[in-house]
């Protein structure tokens, strides 16, 4: 049996310093439950009826801190709320209460024992349709940024995303994910609630502007309540603000409709508050290529996103799927543009307020989505002397469906206390076929077919407990368990597969078992302009990975039995200091003691690794009120290879490639540097934005091929050459309120370096990108709008001992003009251009959209797309190992009218 011990520490070393640091934080949490504070009691009633006024929020904030929110709540069924304050500072803070159908009311708090009666009007709804129009496009206060829908939509968008794209500083990628500032969301809320938040893109796919009054951008949320005002937050959240002439009881949107050559489509986004219960459902069924859910997101299995409150290493994720999937991404173009899909979505969400301390939300989805790609590719290989190329001929079948459920009980026993309770559960089959007809070096052509079918079940369960022992601190334990199985098959036919195993149809088939489980403490302390957070957690993930191959396997072994487990022991310090309301730095340092232990059962090899490691994280913000904002980053982390990475054997990814890898752990650091400067003008609403950001990876993989008739093998190994990525963005942009337009510029240039191995010598291939770019959009009120965006692309691939030189050049041109004949009629005209070396695609889109000013619960949409007869589209990529020029088919004209039916208006 063979052992690899590297850099040993030893317990009894740890184990002291563990319980010094056990013996800190026992010491800080007495200290703290020394606190002075009171409790507040209160009351919401109605002016009008005096009834008390249920499910209200009732926010405590410091009108000497900017309107810092200190805590808040909701009111129970007798109207009653009751808060714990400091009773030092309780003499300047003031009681904010919201209700849908209620004006905005703030009141002094009362500091004495007695119940504080509040009284709340209800609200005009004709008097605030009067002074919605008086709104600023974008109002900036704290931590929100609040966005006037009306000032940036044209009224033709067919989602929420599409308005998303023009409000100044909100970026939506061409996967769907929304950043603001740079950093990533993560979860909608509508009117401050969960709805679909784990799965944003359900909201932001489907629902319809016409409902959305507008979106704040709230940065620094905690979803505990009881860190607000403790904990200060890196999550950055969007919230939904609904237009207010809609009812409370049902409200949403119904359509319908079908056009040519069997084309459907039906969505429904639908909401329903009534009392204790609220209620959304979105279900979506088209095959007219619009995306119900991003078929490539997969957020399943991910520990860190199940509390935002705590940072788990970024080793105990769940591994990849080691079988790829043929699945088609090509950035920056619609995907109705090359796939012809059928899709299904429904989405139900449940949030039931049992009692005033008890609430109970569930929310689940089923999805469905299958498509046809037919596309032809020439393939280079990187890294042969001479240079090796083949044509292939490919039609692709892609089959998903995707059930997932999560159920969340919380429970506060007191004011002081909530008990969180979550259970996740997920179940994915993606089944795709691939038949390919390849043509090799222009000499000898072969025919295989792949039929991969999966199955990928995920359970989770999680529990946290937090407690306020002061006003400024908060202790939490939590304990997380996750169960995952993933069982796949792959069956390959051909003539290049019978010449390699001797059989007709030999199979792959893979069984990837993780448990992973961890427990934690956590104690948060906010002193003055100090915020300090301790946390120790223990975490433990076992994992077992089966491979085998059915037919015999002469010259090359397909068979793995591995056993993995790994058990991490971390400390982390946390501080945040704010020199004062405009800079602050916040510093992490976290400590693992990380034991790994995995075993080859076929060949009786074992691997050890016994380890203790730093990690750390610096942030430096700067903002004033004059709109500069400054964020330096810098962190220097650690990733492990998971036991997908420790197979020995050759394992076929997809229909030609085979993958080897070297059974040896990769403990790899990795350095990052993110710089981002941005500037607001409130008055002449001018956005400018500069950044940059650089990586390195020591000791990562390093690439080597060997190119066949039959295969190509990708063999990949731990080396010390270090992978660097960098990249150096700018975009300004100005809205012109008066004309409701906004006009800008955006660059960008990025390089990428890694390691590769051509014959056994060591050496690094580098890549290089540029892109420019500019955009109009307008909203003014007027009988024609426009949106234009260009963008130049040039991907460059320099020449070296290993390639020969690559450059390709890309632009994507996009412009279409809205006409408003009248105010019940919109028609737009959208053309786009995509041209590249080896061949330029044109594409023209119509929409008319008809809204009756007699009957405003209806209107209705008729669409033509790809007007032009454009047969194929484009693209070129490249990649650790391969560059291709790639060709796909274009999906007939879709013709189709839909109705929509407004509910709740």
Known sequence: M??????????????????????????????????????????????????????????????????????????????????????????????????LGYKETIVKLISNDQIQIIRIEPK?????????????????????????????????????????????????????????????????????????????????????????????????????????????????????????????????????????????????????????????????????GERSINELNNNFGEPDQVSTSREIPAFLKSNDQIINQSDVFIPNIERSRYIDNQSLLQALQTNLKVSSKINFKNYGYFYKDKFENTSSNITRFLGNENETSFTEQSVVTNDKELFFNKSSLSIEPDSLSVIQITTNFSRSTPNSSNTVLNVFSDQSSDQAFSNNNDELTINEYDIEFARKISTSSVIQIYGHHTNENLNQELLLSGGRFFNLFNQNNPQQELNLSQKTTYLGVNYIKNIKKHNLEFDLNYSSNRSSLVTGFTGSQPEVSFLNDLSFSQNNLRFKVSHRYSFNEQISLNTKIFLNKLDISSVDNLTASEIILDDFFLESKVNLQYRNNKGHRFNLSGSILNNVSGITDLFSNNIITDLRNVENRINEINLSKDLRIDFRYTYFNRKNFHRFTLGSNYSHIQFPYIFSLETTDLLNIIQRRPSGLGVNNGSVFTDTNKLIYKIKSRVGLRGQFSYSEFGRIINNDNTNQRTFNYSIGAYLFTAFKGWINFKTEVDYTQIIVPENTISQRFTTDKLNLNISGIIKPSKSIDARLAFQRIQLPNLNSNFLDFYLTFKPEKYPKFSGRFVVRNILDTNSLAFDNFSTSVIQQNQFNIVPRIIYVALTWNLGI
């Open 2 to 99: 063979k052992k690899k011990y590297i850099n040993a520490i030893t317990y009894y070393s740890l184990l002291q310093v563990s319980k010094v640091l056990f013996i800190i934080l026992i010491h800080l949490f007495v200290l703290a439950s020394h606190g002075q504070s009171i409790e507040k009691k209160g009351k919401i009633i109605s002016t009008q009826t005096s009834v008390p006024i249920e499910l209200a929020s009732v926010l405590i904030i410091d009108p000497a801190k900017d309107s810092l929110i200190i805590d808040y709540t909701q009111t129970g069924q007798d109207g009653s709320f009751k808060f714990i304050i400091d009773e030092n500072t309780s003499d300047r803070y003031l009681i904010k209460v919201l209700r």
């Open 124 to 288: 005009d709804i004709e008097l605030q349709e009067v002074t919605i129009t008086t709104k600023r496009p974008i109002r900036i206060k704290k931590d929100t940024t609040a966005y006037n829908l009306k000032s940036f939509s044209d009224g033709t968008e067919r989602n929420l995303e599409e308005v998303l794209k023009k409000l100044p500083g909100i970026q939506v990628s061409d996967k769907g994910i929304i950043t603001f500032n740079g950093k990533s969301i993560t979860k909608i809320l509508v009117e401050g609630d969960d709805f679909f938040s784990d799965d944003y893109q359900i909201l932001s796919k489907n629902i319809t502007p016409n409902i959305v009054e507008g979106i704040e951008a709230i940065e620094n949320f905690n979803d505990n309540k009881l860190l607000r005002g403790v904990k200060k937050s890196d999550q950055v959240i969007l919230n939904l603000n609904l237009d207010k002439k809609l009812k409370v009881s049902l409200f949403g949107n119904i359509t319908g409709g079908g056009g040519i050559e069997n084309r459907y489509t039906s969505n429904a986004v639908l909401f329903s508050f009534i009392k204790k219960l609220k209620v959304g459902y979105i279900g979506n069924i088209n095959n007219v």
